[in-house]
């Protein structure tokens, strides 16, 4: 089943004169207990599709299907009450809220989205390794706690699909291994997940690869 659907997805940025084309015609899916990969270039226009998935913008031309339904091109509340019930995300500039610890962050994610889940409180913050840092605030985290905190957040709500931005961008080789196994213990689990990356480790991992360049799919 396709829980995450891109159909011709267009995107332009003007700033003065000058016009960007980051996404040209971008079509792509994600199943269930599937990991894709979407790798190109700086400036391929990867943090852009990711943006118009979760429905954080609103692409210029195309659409995208979340579990079924039309996520684009409907209000900001309906598309965020979208979000919440349905995604998990993982941005570059994180997740977490600095005056909340990294627990208190956990819940408010599950209040947002009205699930709140004792169980899965508790088990996602032993799968990823935080139990003992569990009351700690983000900048009290090292660089490698905080992206697995900030992935035990995106989890939280037990989301139908992942979306993840560099989720290995910036920490040390073995906390990169604790993410490339939590994203196939999800797989295992039945979760969607969309990673953009430009670890060659992460990528491998994944089912298949989507190249992005000029905001262009150029294979799939
Ligand atoms: N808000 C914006 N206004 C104008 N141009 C933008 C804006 N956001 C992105 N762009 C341009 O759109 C193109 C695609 O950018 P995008 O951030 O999606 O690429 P990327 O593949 O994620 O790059 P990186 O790997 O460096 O993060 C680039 O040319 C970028 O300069």
Redesign the pocket.
């Known amino acids: 089943m396709n829980v995450l659907e891109a159909v011709d997805l267009y995107?332009f940025?003007?700033?003065g004169e000058?016009e960007?084309?980051?996404?040209r015609g971008v079509s792509l899916h994600v199943q269930t207990g599937e990991i894709v990969a979407v790798m190109?270039?700086?400036?391929?226009?990867?943090?852009?599709?990711?943006?118009c998935l979760a429905g954080l913008d609103e692409p210029d031309g195309g659409h995208v299907v979340l579990m079924g339904k039309r996520l684009t091109h409907k209000p900001e509340s309906v598309r965020a009450a979208m979000r919440a019930a349905e995604i998990g995300i993982l941005l570059?500039s994180r997740n977490l809220f600095e005056h909340l610890s990294v627990i208190e962050n956990m819940r408010l994610q599950m209040h947002l989205a009205r699930k709140f889940d004792r169980q899965r409180l508790d088990s996602l913050i032993d799968l990823v390794g935080l139990t003992h840092r569990r009351h700690a605030r983000p900048s009290q985290l090292s660089g490698g706690e905080a992206a697995r905190a900030g992935l035990a957040v995106a989890l939280s709500t037990n989301p139908h699909v992942l979306l993840a931005?560099?989720p290995t961008g910036e920490v040390d080789a073995e906390t990169e291994q604790d993410i490339v196994r939590l994203f196939t213990s999800l797989r295992q689990q039945g979760g969607a997940t969309l990673i953009?990356t430009?670890s060659d480790e992460l990528a491998a991992q994944a089912d298949r690869i989507v190249r992005?360049l000029d905001?262009r799919v150029i294979n799939g």
């Open positions: 995107r940025y003007h700033s000058e960007t084309l980051a996404l190109g270039p700086s400036g391929s226009g990867k943090s852009t599709l990711l943006s570059q931005d560099e953009v430009h992005l905001g």
